[in-house]
């Protein structure tokens, strides 16, 4: 994973940023030789090639990179609230199992609750509500329910209610204590906090005028970049402008690919329907796992 | 969502600063053309185009983007305490309809002054306090009520107060068990904490020092830069100001947008109705979809 | 508030570090002249006006943010302890006003001694321990108390001992829930933290070496640029330096002011003063509105 | 430690990325070498060499300095996770015996599962699930329980599920105070958010789009290099090549090695075996010292 | 404080780092009159004097202005966590003495066990665990308890230990409530964390792959610098790389210095003596100060 993976990676074009901003960016070149032989042409001279001119690209370059960080810092936090989905809902599924009534259907239930919580908050991120994009959760929770499901006005919350009034039953029912439902009910609040976070990242891009400001002023920039080098660069100008042309426009477009981590259509979307399996054979497995550590009477 | 956005982006003129820097952008033009026709004339030449002025610049860009960043910071931290308004919110209306009394007027009573949190912190936060400012809120808690909220010393917490007054009846007439209390009580309290957390942001501006000497750097920096420019750049002084101006206003501007999330004044203020629409809408879906699920004797 | 706001805080002396840095800024420039007429009169040329010292003033620069970054940071810090301050006083007032005994005189007692913490914080940072100092509290928890307030070994600990032990009283006499002792006791703890957090920000300066170095940077680099210039500047070499020392040397004490900001001798200090009128005013509105909600035995 | 460490540090061989970046480094130096070559014969002059190529360094630095950041933030979170565990394996292991029951064997064998966590965390990081691999736990838990450990879906949660069996056991027999079980259970549930926290860094490389960019604009930078410098710097070209080469080069390669902080195929990997051995002496030390404090009555 | 200070840390040596970077510099400055020498002599030119070597001091300033930054957080870390163990400490004192036994012995026992927590932590930092090297807690805790303490696997635990026995025995004998202990555990929790959290800091210092890089780059920097300004610099050559070289070898130093903020070796160490005997003078004051509050049955 040492040297190979340098030259890999250099030429790897699959989850690369750089089609998506070809055409902006062959635009800019293209326009870069027309202004070389405009200038060639007239033989023209200007007052553009100072040193100033450079020193706005290294502002534009400070406003890229800041923006591009601002949007890795949202794709973290949008995984890191995903790795407390993991946490929580093992954590829950190991408190309702192990503390919680030793009745098999209960626990059954209540883990293909819990076990259903990430793919329905997956499936609520990417505005999929209608019966058959979710048909899938069939296998966990019957078909009935995931009827239901689909007609909530709000899909996590939901899959939360069901597994607090399972253990309100299993409180009432005098069968778990309520010190340890006191661990349940503190999980299960996270988990509501979870995908209220996620909601969050997902409905609120970066402040409007910060990100209009800044392609602005690098199509300004751009625009006004092979003026300022003709002198200098002369037959040189385009590559010159693609030189660097392609490392603010791909930063800008990583920018925006980071903005949304859920949705598919990003290059850097989050692998969630992978989180949500391994979250789903976690939370199943302990079914079973489980009792045998514990003698439950109904244990087959 | 890929090209179209880049170039749609850069001409668009709702949502952007540049209207609101037209002025001063303008003015330093024009005096760098005024200079340049008075050194033209003069044929004087100074020493001022020394790569140092260049220097200053990128000190000035570097408190630029730090302020930008740090209003920034702000607008996302009022952004974040808003995902928690929501979360608790919602996490409050779960607890007390799920495990608080099942008579059907408590239900509802206690979900309409959750739902009517929102709103009145949004209602507070912009300092409109008559009835007639917040005369909306009679369809969520009553006429009655709404007057008597107007009157009060501090309106979201007249609100916290009627939740915990509802929460502490509730286990006074053993309707609630203290142990599920807990868990309201400790998400209730955290919205006192949210609500104090956008009043420190709405009343606590960058340190003022650190604002006035920027701008002041600014100001002398735009207003020595034509000298500088003016020996290299000739007849482009003009345009090489405005391409140097342009980015450093936009970026003092939109700090100062950024300042205040709240008010609706700003660029970028957070959009705070339509946030307290989707938790109201939430919350009160929610006194019907969870008797459904739970067998209450008063049940429609 | 957008354009007017530029143009006064352009010009505003009152809130700006100028003042405090003019005699630095006037010799530094001073001794720019000088070294310009020295140089002039012995036509004299040096080997010092490479773009290497340039780069210096950039490593300078960047030492500069960095530690108004810090101070800045610290600043805000401590701003959001007191925001904490403020948020612990009012759930504090009212956990133990809704949940509390119905005692009127214990109510009152309970929300004065709340509604003390946060003055007595301030003056415990501004290092007021006298009587005199202090004396102000006397209408808020009487003359005697605030005698003995004076005497103790620290007086923010006093006060938060004052409630615990109101608080235990309750308990013990029956009149407050376990269960609601333990929400107001976890506001409690975290009242000792907010002040441990002050206090920390209060006797830590920025580490020591760091702001030593930084000064001592920012002193030879002043004191080589104009002989670095001279050549290139000529009779503008008291102009450039004044243009490059100005925003260093603000920078550097801006640092300085951000430092302690509890200090009234500091320019961005915090109001604090006001902070604890709004905590004391939101806190003692309490006392009235409560009893209003709920029926009191002993309501006026 | 002062001065010897700068030299020593200088020379060090071992630890360092230089050998694993050297083909690279060599490769780039030799283009350099042909480049000069190429153009020395043909006398060839290109209008490459304009400062612009200097700025597009710039930024592809602000670049690697990011992604360096962002590596060493995931690296140090990876250690502070760690730090965790050392911290909540210490404060179960003192619940567990100083609250729990006072039966020895109980105490042996739940200070044991509490000692083996962190080895089984640091086994599953690494991939190690097979008998053999995991077999020097069978000191701590026995042969029987290592077999069964590996058979496990989850290694680390079964672990934490046989805690919480001890713990669920000890307060069903009435032997541990329920108060003193809510103290060691949320301890217990930080012990599974930090092991989802371990497998959420190991599992999130940086968002590829962003690695596969840097390095891509590192290559071209490198690629034109030597063309834009040939000029100014004639047969010094292949040496400013592997100045300028060298800190990108390595800079590229320790974001490499900070990413995953578990591998041992790192260079700065955690130390995880000698962190999990302290906890071990630190928890197995505790079966013995406890006692000798407390008079159990089966104490030897 | 205004204008003094400004030019005593100018020119203050204690506290610096200067003296400790004074041979490096000293002996790269020599190299460079060396290196002018040589160039005089031979009237020998070179083509390193291209701007490209500046960008290279760029990066490297980059490098260590992240490294003194990392440096310093874990510098600030460190004095939080410090802040975090005057907030415990006092906290468990409050809340043991108010809300635990009435039994004066009980009480002085358990506030001399709570104020030895911060010197024996600040005795395990520095590595001191010898009966001579902690004989002074003697005054606190009593020559036996010294001893034993001593020979304890981990100090700081021992002293939590007995913390928490002490609390055991409390709630075992009925006279502290269940609930008060709980608050008081959640305090002594911290305290672990608190400890590990220093030992963290203490045992990971700075990805060393890190800074060995940094170190060799500046080295290598620093060497080619003469030879590359030697055309343009003349006679200032080692006036030049001494200018240079100050701040980036006071920068590294700086790193290291901040490095272990335990350790009086280092400049910066925390004042970890005058913090634990603050704590002690609070803790020990409440012995005597809570009593005179409540009408305790043994009070003098």
Redesign the interface.
Known sequence: ???E??WV??F?IQ????P?VA??LFGFSLFGAAVYLFFEVLQFH?????????????????????R???G?DR?YEA??I???I??QS??LA??GL??GPRDRTWRENYARWVAAFSPVCCHSLRNEQNFEEISELSEVIGTGETRRLSE???MP??V???I??ML?DA?AAGEM???????A???R?RL??HI??C??ILR?PL???????I??????YLL??PIA?VD??????P??VF??A???L???Q?G???ENPFSQ?R??HLPLDQISATIR??VL??ID??PA??PYADSP
């Open positions: 994973m040492v040297r993976d340098f990676e250099v790897k989850g690369s940023v750089t998506r055409g902006r200007n007052g553009l090639a100072t040193a100033h001119y450079e020193y706005i690209g290294v502002v534009l370059a400070l406003l890229l990179v800041l591009t960080n601002a890795y794709w995984r890191k995903w790795g407390g993991v946490n093992r954590n190991q408190i192990i503390y909530a006005n709000h919350m939901y939360v209610r069901r607090a009034t309100r409180v204590d309520r010190f340890f439902f006191l661990q009910e503190a999980e609040a509501i906090d209220g976070g909601e969050r609120t402040a409007q005028a910060f990100s209009i400001k392609r602005r002023f690098l199509f300004l006004f970049l080098i200098a660069a002369g037959v040189a100008t590559l010159v030189l660097v392609y490392p603010l791909a930063l800008d990583i925006v690919e980071l259509a290059l850097n054979s976690n497995a302990s796992e489980i550590m514990i």
